[in-house]
């Protein structure tokens, strides 16, 4: 039933938030429209709920960790790179085994988070149409697909791919795909996107309007992908497909393992809930979430809420005692998310204190210098608290992960890191399988033409030499 605005006027002002209609007089039957769409669909108990619970915090976005003594905070139990089975026995070769017969009996899907913008790398379009191919200047969206095409060719099978965007480029995102014609796979291919929940004053608590019929409006991070998930139907009608298992990563690290055979093994012969991809962290200050072990269960510790002198912590050796960095690359049980699912507080809200432009009860555009709102978000890794069982394999960082984040400026994780990254990677492949490649040759493979060092080994067209720099594809080699 379409709102009226008499039916709206009431609701505002028994939640408190009447000014929402500051600007109804200056708004055309469109505009008005739009904004009563907007408020019909907000749920105004449960954000007045959640400003409330974090309004008194001193400081919400600080975990109550360092502050408890008594909790029991340790290096995660993991398989090492040095190692060669996990603590319950399970042998690397045999992890391989089982993975490769669970994507060739079509048991596994990927479901990638896309929902961001690539404004922070001067991108006015989804971060996932960001072209990163060193050479073939590839979209971080057809790495991925071009990979997942890989896998069914490999594995003679059919693995579903998700991929979660978010309302600001779901539209756009469909429309890049559909002019690609979903690149050969859209039998293979599902979108989905994830909710949004008002962005509220950090100090009244009042909804921000960004503009006199816009609400501004934040997603609720990639924890959100469960209730996504089911409200799509998409958690039901991949366990009615026969799907045990879900690879979990994000669209910005083009080098993110995609249904690793090894790590999906893993997560199946331990019976684990979560399987966590770990890689060890460069320094105490590195920016990514610590994978730590909490009175015997695996959590995760935000980077702004581990206490400085757990992260400094060193060995007799002196590495970093803390050392599991998250590079969000899960595995987790079908079976688990749907418990998930069917547990609304497992997943709880955070508050995320960030710089939010808007218009005042004048009008007047503000753009404010230092945070002045609250954005709630839910994160996945929450489901660690619940997890009947997680277990942790440790990665080379050099083979799974290049995230580009950052803008040109930044030192690390910018898209000219994320590119080396790439190509050290393929030209350390053809090095290893005996071609000479010079160090300052740009090198990018198809993963239809070689997904890993062994593929490459066994291709019979290698060539001796390679003295200029190149894209190998599964028609042919391109030079430039």
Same mark, same amino acid.
Not at 92 to 106: H, K, M, N, P, Y
Not at 346 to 370: M, R, S, W, Y
Not at 466 to 472: G, H, P, V, Y
């Given at each position: 039933?379409?709102?009226?605005?008499?039916?709206?006027?009431e609701?505002?002002?028994?939640?408190?938030?009447?000014?929402?209609?500051?600007?109804?007089d200056?708004?055309?039957?469109?505009?008005?429209?739009?904004?009563?769409?907007?408020?019909?669909?907000?749920?105004?108990?449960?954000?007045n709920?959640?400003?409330?619970?974090?309004?008194?915090?001193?400081?919400p976005?600080?975990?109550?960790?360092?502050?408890?003594?008594?909790?029991?905070?340790?290096?995660?139990?993991?398989l090492?790179?040095?190692q060669?089975n996990?603590?319950?026995?399970?042998?690397?070769?045999?992890?391989?085994?089982?993975?490769?017969?669970?994507?060739?009996?079509?048991?596994?899907?990927?479901?990638i988070?896309?929902?961001?913008?690539?404004?922070?790398?001067?991108?006015d379009?989804?971060?996932?149409?960001?072209?990163?191919?060193?050479?073939?200047?590839?979209?971080?969206?057809e790495?991925?697909?071009?990979?997942?095409?890989?896998?069914?060719?490999?594995?003679?099978?059919?693995?579903?791919?998700?991929i979660?965007?978010?309302?600001?480029?779901?539209?756009?995102?469909?429309?890049?795909?559909?002019?690609?014609?979903?690149?050969?796979?859209?039998?293979?291919?599902?979108?989905?996107?994830?909710?949004?929940l008002?962005?509220?004053?950090?100090?009244?608590?009042?909804?921000?309007?960004?503009?006199?019929?816009?609400?501004?409006?934040?997603?609720t991070?990639?924890?959100?992908?469960?209730a996504?998930?089911?409200?799509?139907?998409?958690?039901?009608?991949?366990?009615?497909?026969?799907?045990?298992?879900?690879?979990?990563?994000?669209?910005?690290?083009?080098?993110?393992?995609?249904?690793c055979?090894?790590l999906?093994?893993?997560h199946?012969?331990?019976?684990?809930?979560?399987?966590?991809?770990?890689?060890t962290?460069?320094?105490?200050?590195?920016?990514?979430?610590?994978?730590?072990?909490?009175?015997?269960?695996?959590?995760?510790?935000e980077?702004?809420?581990?206490?400085?002198?757990?992260?400094?912590?060193?060995?007799?050796?002196?590495?970093?005692?803390?050392?599991?960095?998250?590079i *969000?690359?899960?595995?987790? +049980?079908? %079976?688990?998310?749907?418990? #998930?699912?069917?547990?609304?507080t @497992?997943?709880? $809200?955070?508050?995320?204190?960030?710089?939010?432009?808007?218009?005042?009860?004048?009008?007047?555009?503000?753009?404010?210098?230092?945070p002045?709102?609250?954005?709630?978000?839910?994160?996945?890794f929450?489901?660690?608290?619940?997890?009947?069982?997680?277990t942790?394999?440790?990665?080379?960082?050099?083979?799974?992960?290049?995230?580009?984040?950052?803008?040109?400026?930044?030192?690390?994780n910018t898209?000219d890191?994320?590119?080396?990254?790439?190509?050290?990677?393929?030209?350390?492949w053809?090095?290893a399988?005996?071609?000479?490649?010079?160090?300052?040759?740009?090198?990018?493979?198809?993963?239809?033409? *070689?997904r890993?060092a062994? +593929?490459? %080994?066994?291709?019979?067209? #290698?060539?001796p030499?390679?003295? @200029?720099?190149? $894209?190998?594809?599964s028609?042919?080699?391109?030079?430039?």
């Open positions: 039933m379409t709102p009226t605005l008499s039916s709206i006027v609701q505002l002002r028994q939640a408190g938030h009447s000014h929402l209609l500051d600007f109804v200056q708004l055309n039957e469109t505009e008005l429209q739009s904004l009563l769409q907007q408020i019909a669909y907000l749920d105004f108990e449960l954000v709920q959640l400003f409330t619970k974090f309004r008194d915090a001193n400081n976005l600080t975990s109550n960790i360092s502050a408890t003594s008594s909790l029991d905070i340790r290096p995660p139990d993991a090492r790179l040095d060669d996990t603590p319950s026995g399970v042998t690397r070769s045999q992890a391989v085994i089982e993975g490769e017969r669970l994507l060739r009996a079509g048991k596994v899907a990927a479901l988070v896309a929902g961001g913008q690539g404004s922070r790398l001067g991108f379009k989804p971060k996932g149409m960001f072209p990163i191919g060193p050479i073939s200047q590839r979209t971080l969206y790495m991925l697909v071009y990979k997942i095409d890989a896998l069914q060719r490999h594995y003679e099978t059919t693995i579903p791919l998700l979660m965007t978010s309302p600001s480029v779901h539209d756009e995102t469909i429309s890049y795909f559909e002019e690609h014609d979903y690149f050969g796979l859209s039998d293979s291919i599902e979108f989905f996107c994830q909710d949004t008002p962005v509220v004053d950090s100090q009244s608590g009042q909804i921000l309007l960004q503009s006199p019929h816009t609400i501004s409006v934040s997603p991070g990639h924890g959100g992908m469960i996504a998930l089911v409200a799509d139907k998409l958690l039901d009608k991949c366990q009615q497909a026969g799907i045990e298992h879900f690879f979990f990563g994000q669209i910005d690290n083009p080098l993110s393992p995609i249904c055979a090894e999906i093994g893993f199946s012969l331990t019976d684990s809930a979560v399987t966590l991809q770990a890689i962290k460069q320094n105490a200050q590195d920016k990514t979430g610590n994978i730590v072990q909490i009175d015997d269960r695996i959590q995760m510790i980077y702004t809420e581990m206490p400085p002198q757990l992260a400094a912590q060193t060995t007799a050796d002196g590495q970093l005692n803390f050392w599991a960095a998250n *969000a690359v899960h595995i987790f +049980q079908t %079976s688990f998310l749907q418990q #998930l699912a069917q547990n609304p @497992a997943l709880p $809200f955070h508050p995320a204190h960030k710089t939010v432009a808007h218009i005042d009860h004048l009008g007047n555009q503000i753009d404010p210098a230092e002045n709102a609250i954005k709630f978000e839910r994160f996945i929450d489901s660690l608290s619940v997890s009947p069982k997680t942790v394999i440790e990665a080379d960082r050099n083979l799974v992960f290049a995230a580009v984040k950052n803008p040109v400026s930044a030192s690390f898209v890191t994320c590119r080396h990254a790439i190509s050290a990677l393929h030209r350390n053809l090095i399988a005996g071609v000479q490649v010079d160090a300052n040759i740009t090198v990018e493979i198809d993963p239809c033409w *070689a890993n062994q +593929q490459v %080994s066994e291709r019979s067209d #290698l060539p030499t390679i003295t @200029a720099d190149i $894209f190998l594809t028609s042919s080699s391109t030079a430039r």
